[in-house]
């Protein structure tokens, strides 16, 4: 059966400051496992006022301390801007902490702008040691050798890697290093059939993982009504249209016409972006979710859902696990 996860924004509003962004995503962490969802992952973004998972490994143990059971980690670190020691050290502080409960995604793309790539002091050059790094960061949390160099406490650890892309590039790079894939088709869908095709012909067993397992990013927006889904669409619709025109703003409430907002061009730009997107009432996201897992076939699906206000993104999310959960297949996931 397919699982169901979460990739949460963290998302800075108009009406709610980084605090509450913060503490609303580990209020969402909690229902979502009492809603059977197998884990919760939150990203990496600098500069970018409306998200605040900046410092995503204080994020994750902030929600970690607020929940039980379900995993919880990155969708992604950008490893670039990181030496993968420093990684080492704080997930490996993370799974000692809250052991068999984290994971951590790795992308290769900055997941900011040059000025402040620039500002973290890391080279541009740095994405071309990526392969290599990955193998460095699984050294770490190897059982310790007898070396100098030591991430201490990750030695033994195993955390789970992930690689996360949006091109084939990722897809045959998990493939060859036999970890798990995670598909960023939630805003770049393009190339998501092409990309499990080559990662599931191309997958070499691992030490971590024996058989290919995929996951697919997806947006969901659900409500009691669909003019209520559409309506609430309108935040990630005006988001991304906020992204072409280079503007970086708080997350902003529904709006009644979004025709309104947009340009025909940013329109249709927008709507390939999104065009993995379910929009709906319950019948509707049935139906959409049934449609997505017989195209991929993924193991997994992880579910943006970005609502303004949070009692109605926690709806949404009740109301996907009602439809498509464990519950609703008679198991768990």
């Not at 969708?75 to 990181?82: E, Q, R």
């Not at 902490?97 to 050059?125: H, I, K, N």
């Not at 790094?133 to 991430?151: K, R, S, V, W």
Request: net charge negative; aromatic share 6%; charged share 20%.
């Amino acid at each position: 059966m397919t699982s169901l996860s979460i990739l949460d924004l963290v998302r800075v509003t108009e009406a709610t400051d980084a605090r509450g962004a913060l503490n609303n995503a580990r209020d969402l962490a909690a229902h979502a496992e009492t809603w059977g969802y197998r884990r919760f992952w939150v990203a990496e973004h600098h500069n970018m006022p409306g998200i605040a998972s900046a410092a995503t490994a204080v994020v994750i143990g902030h929600i970690l301390e607020g929940t039980r059971k379900i995993r919880v980690g990155a969708g992604g670190v950008m490893l670039p801007n990181h030496a993968p020691l420093i990684i080492a050290e704080q997930f490996g502080t993370l799974a000692r902490l809250f052991p068999d409960r984290v994971d951590l995604g790795l992308g290769r793309a900055p997941g900011t702008d040059p000025t402040t790539v620039r500002a973290l002091r890391r080279p541009f050059s740095a994405v071309d040691s990526f392969p290599s790094d990955i193998l460095e960061l699984q050294g770490y949390f190897a059982p310790a050798a007898a070396n100098a160099l030591q991430a201490v406490p990750a030695a033994g650890t195993n955390v789970p890697l992930w690689i996360l892309g949006s091109s084939t590039y990722g897809a045959r790079l998990a493939a060859d290093y036999g970890l798990p894939y995670a598909f960023a088709s939630h805003f770049a869908p393009a190339e998501l059939g092409l990309a499990l095709d080559l990662y599931r012909r191309g997958f070499k067993p691992s030490a971590q993982l024996a058989r290919p397992h995929v996951a697919v990013g997806v947006n969901i927006i659900a409500a009691d009504s669909e003019a209520e889904a559409r309506r609430l669409a309108t935040t990630t619709q005006m988001a991304f249209t906020n992204l072409l025109r280079g503007t970086r703003q708080l997350g902003q409430p529904p709006i009644d016409d979004i025709d309104q907002y947009w340009s025909p061009a940013e329109k249709a730009q927008v709507g390939l972006m999104l065009a993995c997107s379910i929009i709906g009432a319950p019948a509707t996201l049935r139906e959409g979710i049934k449609a997505l897992i017989a195209e991929t076939a993924a193991d997994e699906l992880i579910i943006v859902s970005d609502i303004y206000d949070h009692e109605a993104r926690l709806r949404s999310f009740e109301l996907i696990a009602e439809v498509a959960g464990p519950s609703a297949h008679g198991a768990g996931g």
